[in-house]
């Protein structure tokens, strides 16, 4: 029993929450993930702990108590109740998102030497639910007219937020790091404009790798020259942009947007555009995507209405 318990004392502790999440932050550059990445996976174990805990303060829960009872636990709670498919579909979706971001907490597991990390293995073995794809619809037809007509009514940050997303479906971090410099409208006689999407220091494009897209030419002139920055084209710099990026959701869910980002949506609008007028495949250049499947199942419906298409052309 002494020799027991001696060996019981030299075995590597299991982490708290709050030690993973110090983790995770500190590693955050040498990781190569970004600030968005490393928040969606300290949302999803701060979710899952406090549903299956019960309670809000969880810094202290040990993550070594995590096993395959917690995790049915976890689906019965957050589906608990409710009887709409609909919602039932959402909620899952919800679960997966969850499930997914835990399992990609500790892909990188040199980062957690020290401590004993038994525990993974039950989150690495957990399934998602299947048969959840969200095929993307538009909006109303008026709802992006009414897009469309606040556009020029907006100034400053927000016009160029609207815009950015609008005519050329840059992502929301792209957008607060896209400078003058990754316009080019060298040829006079391309009615298009290519928007360059640069690494730099403090940002990294979405998978790691730059592209670019097009748009209107006249479209792009519009934003950079009512953009209130000199080099960055948002101005507002603190705090990641968070109160321009507010004013502005603020502005579109006032003429009728409900969907949980409105913003992103405005990206999904010009990909059904592109994929409409030039096809899913140039769509798929545009947006970046690093398979078709994404661009049309998730960003693109067709737009059969010209007068819709010419929107853009406007």
Not at 55 to 64: A, I, P, T
Not at 67 to 94: G, H, P, V, Y
Not at 166 to 183: Q, T, V
Not at 231 to 238: E, F, G, N, P
């Amino acid at each position: 029993m002494f020799n027991r318990k001696k060996f019981c004392l030299s075995k590597d502790p299991t982490p708290k929450l709050s030690e993973v999440i110090t983790i995770l932050k500190d590693n955050r550059i040498s990781s190569g993930l970004s600030k968005s990445s490393i928040q969606n996976y300290i949302d999803g174990l701060n979710r899952f702990i406090r549903v299956v805990a019960g309670k809000k303060d969880v810094g202290s829960f040990d993550l070594g108590r995590v096993n395959d009872t917690m995790f049915r636990n976890f689906k019965a709670k957050c589906l608990n109740n409710i009887t709409d498919q609909a919602l039932i579909a959402s909620k899952k979706r919800t679960i997966n998102s969850n499930i997914r971001a835990m399992k990609a907490v500790f892909t990188r597991m040199s980062m957690f030497e020290g401590y004993n990390m038994e525990f993974v293995e039950s989150i690495k073995k957990q399934e998602f639910f299947r048969g959840l794809k969200k095929q993307y619809r538009l909006p109303p037809l008026d709802l992006i007219q009414k897009t469309f007509d606040l556009w020029p009514k907006t100034e400053g940050d927000t016009h160029t937020l609207i815009g950015l997303a609008l005519y050329f479906g840059l992502r929301r971090n792209e957008i607060f790091h896209a400078r003058r410099s990754w316009f080019d409208l060298s040829n006079s006689k391309d009615p298009r404009a290519r928007v360059n999407i640069i690494a730099e220091l403090k940002f990294k494009p979405k998978g790691g790798h730059e592209g670019f897209t097009m748009g209107s030419s006249s479209m792009a002139k519009a934003i950079i020259n009512r953009s209130s920055g000199d080099d960055y084209l948002i101005s507002y710099r603190a705090d990641s942009g968070r109160p321009a990026f507010k004013k502005c959701l603020d502005q579109l869910r006032d003429i009728g947007w409900e969907r949980a980002n409105p913003l992103h949506e405005l990206r999904k609008l010009f990909g059904s555009y592109i994929a409409s007028t030039e096809g899913i495949y140039i769509s798929q250049k545009f947006l970046r995507h690093a398979d078709a499947s994404t661009t049309n199942d998730s960003y693109a419906d067709a737009i059969v209405d010209e007068n819709i298409k010419n929107l853009w052309a406007a």
